[in-house]
Protein backbone atom coordinates (compact mmCIF):
# COMPACT_ATOMS: atom_id res chain seq x y z
CA UNK A 1 0.00 0.00 0.00
CA UNK A 2 1.55 3.38 -1.14
CA UNK A 3 1.91 6.21 1.18
CA UNK A 4 -0.97 8.28 -0.96
CA UNK A 5 -3.42 5.30 -0.70
CA UNK A 6 -2.70 4.64 3.17
CA UNK A 7 -3.14 8.66 3.47
CA UNK A 8 -6.44 8.51 1.35
CA UNK A 9 -7.57 5.31 3.33
CA UNK A 10 -7.31 6.96 6.99
CA UNK A 11 -8.73 10.23 6.00
CA UNK A 12 -11.45 8.80 4.81
CA UNK A 13 -12.16 6.70 7.94
CA UNK A 14 -11.21 9.74 10.24
CA UNK A 15 -13.86 12.13 8.64
CA UNK A 16 -16.89 8.73 8.64
CA UNK A 17 -15.44 8.62 12.26
CA UNK A 18 -16.06 12.86 13.01
CA UNK A 19 -19.78 12.83 10.93
CA UNK A 20 -20.76 9.52 13.26
CA UNK A 21 -20.16 11.39 16.71
CA UNK A 22 -21.82 14.51 15.36
CA UNK A 23 -24.97 12.78 14.04
CA UNK A 24 -25.12 10.88 17.79
CA UNK A 25 -23.79 13.34 20.58
CA UNK A 26 -27.11 14.22 21.94
CA UNK A 27 -27.92 10.70 21.94
CA UNK A 28 -27.37 9.39 25.14
CA UNK A 29 -24.74 6.84 24.30
CA UNK A 30 -25.59 4.52 27.36
CA UNK A 31 -29.08 4.04 26.02
CA UNK A 32 -27.93 3.71 22.32
CA UNK A 33 -25.47 0.84 23.61
CA UNK A 34 -28.35 -0.59 25.76
CA UNK A 35 -30.64 -0.66 22.58
CA UNK A 36 -28.08 -1.87 20.31
CA UNK A 37 -27.59 -5.17 22.69
CA UNK A 38 -31.20 -5.85 22.12
CA UNK A 39 -31.46 -6.22 18.53
CA UNK A 40 -32.10 -9.67 17.06
CA UNK A 41 -29.02 -9.64 14.90
CA UNK A 42 -30.40 -12.46 12.64
CA UNK A 43 -32.30 -9.94 11.42
CA UNK A 44 -29.97 -8.03 10.59
CA UNK A 45 -27.56 -10.33 8.99
CA UNK A 46 -31.07 -11.34 7.33
CA UNK A 47 -31.60 -7.79 5.95
CA UNK A 48 -27.72 -7.99 4.99
CA UNK A 49 -28.81 -10.72 2.86
CA UNK A 50 -31.57 -9.34 1.24
CA UNK A 51 -29.69 -5.96 0.24
CA UNK A 52 -26.74 -8.24 -1.91
CA UNK A 53 -29.07 -9.44 -4.66
CA UNK A 54 -29.87 -5.78 -5.27
CA UNK A 55 -25.62 -5.49 -6.44
CA UNK A 56 -26.65 -8.31 -8.91
CA UNK A 57 -29.49 -6.63 -10.10
CA UNK A 58 -27.95 -3.12 -10.83
CA UNK A 59 -24.75 -5.34 -12.30
CA UNK A 60 -27.01 -6.96 -15.16
CA UNK A 61 -28.62 -3.12 -15.54
CA UNK A 62 -25.79 -1.52 -16.22
CA UNK A 63 -24.57 -4.23 -17.99
CA UNK A 64 -27.26 -3.22 -20.31
CA UNK A 65 -26.61 -0.24 -20.41
CA UNK A 66 -23.27 -1.07 -21.96
CA UNK A 67 -23.95 -3.21 -24.42
CA UNK A 68 -24.92 -0.48 -26.65
CA UNK A 69 -20.84 0.49 -26.90
CA UNK A 70 -19.62 -3.13 -25.69
CA UNK A 71 -20.50 -6.88 -24.50
CA UNK A 72 -19.51 -7.69 -21.26
CA UNK A 73 -19.39 -10.70 -19.30
CA UNK A 74 -20.79 -10.28 -15.37
CA UNK A 75 -18.11 -9.94 -13.85
CA UNK A 76 -16.54 -7.70 -16.03
CA UNK A 77 -19.04 -5.54 -15.14
CA UNK A 78 -19.42 -6.93 -11.21
CA UNK A 79 -16.07 -5.97 -10.57
CA UNK A 80 -16.39 -2.33 -11.46
CA UNK A 81 -19.54 -1.34 -10.31
CA UNK A 82 -18.63 -3.26 -6.61
CA UNK A 83 -15.55 -0.86 -6.68
CA UNK A 84 -17.09 2.47 -7.41
CA UNK A 85 -19.46 1.72 -5.05
CA UNK A 86 -17.12 0.47 -2.32
CA UNK A 87 -14.94 3.99 -3.14
CA UNK A 88 -18.11 5.62 -2.55
CA UNK A 89 -18.37 4.40 1.29
CA UNK A 90 -14.97 5.23 2.28
CA UNK A 91 -13.81 8.75 0.64
CA UNK A 92 -15.35 11.94 -0.13
CA UNK A 93 -16.27 13.22 -3.26
CA UNK A 94 -18.07 10.00 -4.80
CA UNK A 95 -14.85 8.99 -6.07
CA UNK A 96 -16.97 6.11 -7.02
CA UNK A 97 -18.60 7.18 -9.90
CA UNK A 98 -15.16 8.40 -11.73
CA UNK A 99 -13.82 5.08 -10.93
CA UNK A 100 -16.17 2.88 -12.66
CA UNK A 101 -15.56 3.97 -16.13
CA UNK A 102 -11.71 4.52 -15.08
CA UNK A 103 -11.48 0.94 -14.51
CA UNK A 104 -13.31 0.02 -18.12
CA UNK A 105 -11.00 2.30 -19.93
CA UNK A 106 -8.03 0.56 -18.25
CA UNK A 107 -9.69 -2.94 -17.97
CA UNK A 108 -11.51 -2.75 -21.28
CA UNK A 109 -10.66 -0.49 -23.54
CA UNK A 110 -14.17 1.78 -23.39
CA UNK A 111 -13.52 5.08 -23.75
CA UNK A 112 -13.81 6.92 -20.11
CA UNK A 113 -16.06 9.52 -21.10
CA UNK A 114 -18.59 6.74 -22.35
CA UNK A 115 -18.35 4.88 -19.10
CA UNK A 116 -19.16 8.12 -17.57
CA UNK A 117 -22.14 8.60 -19.73
CA UNK A 118 -23.19 5.10 -18.57
CA UNK A 119 -22.93 5.50 -14.98
CA UNK A 120 -24.99 8.85 -15.33
CA UNK A 121 -27.65 7.05 -17.58
CA UNK A 122 -27.66 4.92 -14.18
CA UNK A 123 -28.16 7.50 -11.62
CA UNK A 124 -30.90 8.88 -13.85
CA UNK A 125 -32.94 5.81 -13.93
CA UNK A 126 -32.19 5.82 -10.28
CA UNK A 127 -33.37 9.45 -9.76
CA UNK A 128 -36.45 9.31 -11.86
CA UNK A 129 -37.87 6.60 -9.94
CA UNK A 130 -37.31 7.96 -6.65
CA UNK A 131 -38.63 11.15 -7.91
CA UNK A 132 -41.85 9.05 -8.40
CA UNK A 133 -41.61 7.53 -5.02
CA UNK A 134 -40.89 10.93 -3.21
CA UNK A 135 -44.03 12.33 -4.82
CA UNK A 136 -45.93 9.41 -3.32
CA UNK A 137 -44.40 9.47 0.03
CA UNK A 138 -45.02 13.41 0.00
CA UNK A 139 -48.52 13.34 -0.98
CA UNK A 140 -49.94 10.27 1.27
CA UNK A 141 -47.69 10.82 4.56
CA UNK A 142 -49.84 12.57 6.95
CA UNK A 143 -47.23 15.43 8.06
CA UNK A 144 -47.33 17.80 10.63
CA UNK A 145 -46.07 21.17 9.70
CA UNK A 146 -44.77 22.25 13.07
CA UNK A 147 -43.12 18.93 13.66
CA UNK A 148 -39.14 19.87 14.52
CA UNK A 149 -36.44 17.06 15.45
CA UNK A 150 -33.16 18.51 16.18
CA UNK A 151 -30.19 15.57 15.03
CA UNK A 152 -26.84 15.50 14.15
CA UNK A 153 -26.84 19.39 13.93
CA UNK A 154 -29.94 19.36 11.45
CA UNK A 155 -33.38 21.27 12.16
CA UNK A 156 -35.48 18.11 10.44
CA UNK A 157 -38.78 19.49 9.29
CA UNK A 158 -41.57 18.72 6.57
CA UNK A 159 -40.05 21.84 5.03
CA UNK A 160 -36.85 20.61 4.74
CA UNK A 161 -37.99 17.00 3.47
CA UNK A 162 -40.13 19.17 0.84
CA UNK A 163 -36.96 21.05 -0.35
CA UNK A 164 -34.87 17.89 -1.22
CA UNK A 165 -37.51 16.79 -2.70
CA UNK A 166 -37.55 19.89 -4.90
CA UNK A 167 -33.99 19.82 -5.40
CA UNK A 168 -33.79 16.38 -6.64
CA UNK A 169 -36.46 16.90 -9.27
CA UNK A 170 -34.64 20.14 -10.78
CA UNK A 171 -31.30 18.09 -10.70
CA UNK A 172 -33.09 15.61 -12.57
CA UNK A 173 -34.89 17.97 -15.05
CA UNK A 174 -31.58 19.65 -15.85
CA UNK A 175 -29.50 16.41 -16.54
CA UNK A 176 -32.55 15.49 -18.36
CA UNK A 177 -32.56 18.90 -20.92
CA UNK A 178 -28.79 18.51 -20.77
CA UNK A 179 -28.73 15.09 -22.34
CA UNK A 180 -31.59 15.51 -24.62
CA UNK A 181 -29.21 18.67 -26.10
CA UNK A 182 -26.46 16.24 -26.63
CA UNK A 183 -28.73 13.42 -28.22
CA UNK A 184 -30.49 15.17 -30.79
CA UNK A 185 -27.97 15.16 -33.81
CA UNK A 186 -28.81 19.26 -34.70
CA UNK A 187 -28.33 20.39 -31.28
CA UNK A 188 -25.14 18.32 -30.46
CA UNK A 189 -23.35 19.81 -33.72
CA UNK A 190 -24.43 23.37 -32.61
CA UNK A 191 -23.02 22.88 -29.63
CA UNK A 192 -19.76 20.97 -31.00
CA UNK A 193 -19.80 24.44 -34.10
CA UNK A 194 -20.14 27.07 -31.08
CA UNK A 195 -17.27 25.08 -29.03
CA UNK A 196 -14.84 25.11 -32.21
CA UNK A 197 -15.80 28.84 -32.93
CA UNK A 198 -14.90 29.90 -29.52
CA UNK A 199 -11.37 30.68 -29.80
CA UNK A 200 -12.48 33.07 -32.41
CA UNK A 201 -13.82 35.21 -30.11
CA UNK A 202 -10.90 35.79 -27.96
CA UNK A 203 -9.69 39.44 -28.30
CA UNK A 204 -5.81 40.15 -29.22
CA UNK A 205 -5.17 36.50 -29.48
CA UNK A 206 -2.93 35.50 -32.80
CA UNK A 207 -4.39 33.60 -35.72
CA UNK A 208 -1.85 30.62 -34.37
CA UNK A 209 -2.57 30.58 -30.80
CA UNK A 210 -6.58 30.31 -32.03
CA UNK A 211 -5.67 27.35 -34.07
CA UNK A 212 -3.19 25.61 -31.62
CA UNK A 213 -6.53 26.29 -28.89
CA UNK A 214 -8.93 25.03 -31.33
CA UNK A 215 -6.82 21.93 -32.48
CA UNK A 216 -5.43 20.97 -28.70
CA UNK A 217 -8.31 22.22 -26.60
CA UNK A 218 -11.45 22.37 -28.34
CA UNK A 219 -11.66 19.71 -31.08
CA UNK A 220 -10.64 17.24 -27.71
CA UNK A 221 -13.82 18.89 -26.10
CA UNK A 222 -15.95 18.64 -29.40
CA UNK A 223 -14.88 14.99 -29.69
CA UNK A 224 -16.11 14.54 -25.75
CA UNK A 225 -19.26 15.67 -26.96
CA UNK A 226 -19.92 12.56 -29.09
CA UNK A 227 -18.23 9.62 -26.86
CA UNK A 228 -20.60 10.82 -24.03
CA UNK A 229 -23.67 10.88 -26.25
CA UNK A 230 -22.56 7.42 -27.41
CA UNK A 231 -22.99 6.32 -23.86
CA UNK A 232 -26.81 7.10 -23.77
CA UNK A 233 -27.23 5.21 -27.39
CA UNK A 234 -29.11 3.06 -25.15
CA UNK A 235 -32.28 5.46 -24.73
CA UNK A 236 -32.17 4.37 -28.74
CA UNK A 237 -33.66 1.06 -28.08
CA UNK A 238 -37.35 1.13 -26.40
CA UNK A 239 -37.20 -3.02 -25.44
CA UNK A 240 -33.53 -2.47 -23.67
CA UNK A 241 -34.81 0.38 -21.76
CA UNK A 242 -37.96 -1.19 -20.48
CA UNK A 243 -35.40 -4.13 -19.15
CA UNK A 244 -33.29 -1.37 -16.93
CA UNK A 245 -36.95 0.21 -15.78
CA UNK A 246 -37.82 -3.27 -14.91
CA UNK A 247 -34.72 -3.88 -12.64
CA UNK A 248 -35.08 -0.91 -11.26
CA UNK A 249 -37.90 -1.43 -9.68
CA UNK A 250 -36.61 -4.45 -8.35
CA UNK A 251 -33.39 -2.82 -6.96
CA UNK A 252 -35.22 -0.16 -4.84
CA UNK A 253 -38.32 -2.46 -4.20
CA UNK A 254 -35.40 -5.08 -2.66
CA UNK A 255 -33.64 -2.43 -1.17
CA UNK A 256 -36.90 -1.41 0.67
CA UNK A 257 -37.03 -5.16 1.83
CA UNK A 258 -33.96 -4.87 3.69
CA UNK A 259 -35.35 -1.69 6.13
CA UNK A 260 -38.25 -4.31 6.39
CA UNK A 261 -36.54 -6.93 7.84
CA UNK A 262 -34.26 -4.42 9.53
CA UNK A 263 -37.05 -3.63 11.41
CA UNK A 264 -38.62 -7.24 12.47
CA UNK A 265 -35.32 -7.44 14.58
CA UNK A 266 -35.22 -3.90 16.03
CA UNK A 267 -37.80 -3.41 19.44
CA UNK A 268 -39.72 -0.82 19.31
CA UNK A 269 -39.38 -0.11 15.56
CA UNK A 270 -43.02 -1.67 13.54
CA UNK A 271 -42.76 -0.93 9.67
CA UNK A 272 -45.44 -2.08 7.28
CA UNK A 273 -43.45 -2.32 3.25
CA UNK A 274 -45.31 1.14 2.43
CA UNK A 275 -43.78 2.43 5.44
CA UNK A 276 -40.10 0.96 4.67
CA UNK A 277 -40.43 1.81 1.27
CA UNK A 278 -40.86 5.82 2.64
CA UNK A 279 -38.29 5.52 5.14
CA UNK A 280 -36.00 4.60 2.47
CA UNK A 281 -37.06 7.56 0.31
CA UNK A 282 -36.83 9.89 2.64
CA UNK A 283 -33.03 8.74 3.81
CA UNK A 284 -31.97 8.74 0.06
CA UNK A 285 -33.32 12.61 -0.08
CA UNK A 286 -31.49 13.55 3.25
CA UNK A 287 -27.78 11.78 1.68
CA UNK A 288 -28.03 14.03 -1.52
CA UNK A 289 -27.44 16.55 0.67
CA UNK A 290 -23.01 17.16 1.03
CA UNK A 291 -21.28 14.51 3.28
CA UNK A 292 -18.95 12.62 5.03
CA UNK A 293 -18.03 9.02 3.05
CA UNK A 294 -20.45 6.54 3.23
CA UNK A 295 -23.42 9.27 4.05
CA UNK A 296 -21.91 9.01 7.63
CA UNK A 297 -24.62 11.64 9.37
CA UNK A 298 -27.38 12.55 7.11
CA UNK A 299 -27.88 9.20 6.37
CA UNK A 300 -28.73 9.14 10.29
CA UNK A 301 -30.62 12.37 10.32
CA UNK A 302 -32.69 11.30 7.49
CA UNK A 303 -33.66 8.08 9.69
CA UNK A 304 -34.12 9.54 12.38
CA UNK A 305 -37.21 11.87 10.86
CA UNK A 306 -38.47 9.33 8.87
CA UNK A 307 -38.89 7.28 11.82
CA UNK A 308 -40.49 10.67 14.09
CA UNK A 309 -43.02 10.40 11.24
CA UNK A 310 -44.16 6.73 12.42
CA UNK A 311 -44.15 7.31 15.87
CA UNK A 312 -40.46 6.00 17.18
CA UNK A 313 -38.44 7.85 19.86
CA UNK A 314 -35.26 9.41 18.81
CA UNK A 315 -33.47 7.30 20.41
CA UNK A 316 -35.05 3.93 19.49
CA UNK A 317 -34.84 5.68 15.81
CA UNK A 318 -30.74 6.52 16.43
CA UNK A 319 -29.85 2.50 16.77
CA UNK A 320 -32.12 1.38 14.24
CA UNK A 321 -30.96 3.66 11.68
CA UNK A 322 -27.57 2.92 12.96
CA UNK A 323 -27.52 -0.75 12.44
CA UNK A 324 -28.78 -0.28 9.02
CA UNK A 325 -26.61 2.02 8.17
CA UNK A 326 -24.22 -0.71 9.13
CA UNK A 327 -25.84 -3.57 7.24
CA UNK A 328 -26.23 -1.55 4.59
CA UNK A 329 -22.45 -0.87 3.84
CA UNK A 330 -20.45 -3.45 4.89
CA UNK A 331 -21.23 -6.02 2.24
CA UNK A 332 -20.60 -3.12 -0.34
CA UNK A 333 -17.28 -2.87 1.27
CA UNK A 334 -16.44 -6.61 1.78
CA UNK A 335 -17.46 -7.44 -2.22
CA UNK A 336 -15.71 -4.03 -3.70
CA UNK A 337 -12.68 -5.47 -1.77
CA UNK A 338 -12.73 -8.27 -3.02
CA UNK A 339 -13.48 -6.86 -6.54
CA UNK A 340 -10.01 -4.73 -6.32
CA UNK A 341 -8.31 -7.80 -5.07
CA UNK A 342 -9.85 -9.92 -8.33
CA UNK A 343 -9.21 -7.38 -10.55
CA UNK A 344 -5.46 -6.65 -9.44
CA UNK A 345 -7.04 -3.04 -9.64
CA UNK A 346 -5.29 0.10 -7.60
CA UNK A 347 -8.52 1.64 -6.38
CA UNK A 348 -7.30 4.91 -4.79
CA UNK A 349 -5.31 5.80 -7.70
CA UNK A 350 -6.61 9.62 -9.49
CA UNK A 351 -8.39 8.74 -12.50
CA UNK A 352 -5.94 10.37 -14.93
CA UNK A 353 -7.07 9.40 -18.50
CA UNK A 354 -4.57 9.80 -20.93
CA UNK A 355 -5.19 12.32 -23.96
CA UNK A 356 -5.81 8.50 -26.44
CA UNK A 357 -8.16 7.54 -24.08
CA UNK A 358 -10.51 10.40 -23.99
CA UNK A 359 -10.80 10.64 -27.06
CA UNK A 360 -11.49 7.03 -28.13
CA UNK A 361 -10.34 6.14 -31.34
CA UNK A 362 -10.86 7.39 -34.74
CA UNK A 363 -13.29 4.44 -35.55
CA UNK A 364 -15.39 5.90 -32.00
CA UNK A 365 -15.40 9.33 -33.52
CA UNK A 366 -15.47 11.03 -36.30
CA UNK A 367 -13.92 14.13 -35.32
CA UNK A 368 -15.77 17.38 -34.99
CA UNK A 369 -18.52 15.47 -37.56
CA UNK A 370 -21.38 15.45 -34.75
CA UNK A 371 -22.15 11.40 -36.03
CA UNK A 372 -20.79 8.55 -33.81
CA UNK A 373 -21.46 5.01 -34.17
CA UNK A 374 -23.78 4.07 -32.06
Excluded at 75 to 83: D, G, N, S, Y
Excluded at 183 to 193: A, E, N, V
Excluded at 252 to 274: E, H, I, Q, R
Excluded at 304 to 331: C, D, K, M, R, W
Aim: proline share 5%.
Amino acid sequence: MTQKTAFSLTAGIMVSAVALYLALRRVPFADLSAYLAVIDYGWVLLSGAVAVPCYILRTLRWRIILESRIKLGFWQVFHPLMIGFMLNSILPGRAGEAARPYILAKKENLPFTTGLATVAMERLLDMGFLILLSFAVLTTLDLDPGLTVSFGGYQLSPDLLSGLGKGMIRLCLGLMGGILLILLPLTRSLIQKLILSAPGIIPFASMSLKQRLREKLMQPLADLINLFAAGFSLLKKPGKTIQCLLLTLLIWGGTALSFYVMAKGCPGVDLSYPESVALMVIICLFIALPSAPGYWGVWEAGGVFGLSLFGVEVGIAAGYTLANHFIQLLPVIVMGLISAMATGADILRTPKIRAGERAGTKSDVSPGSGKESL
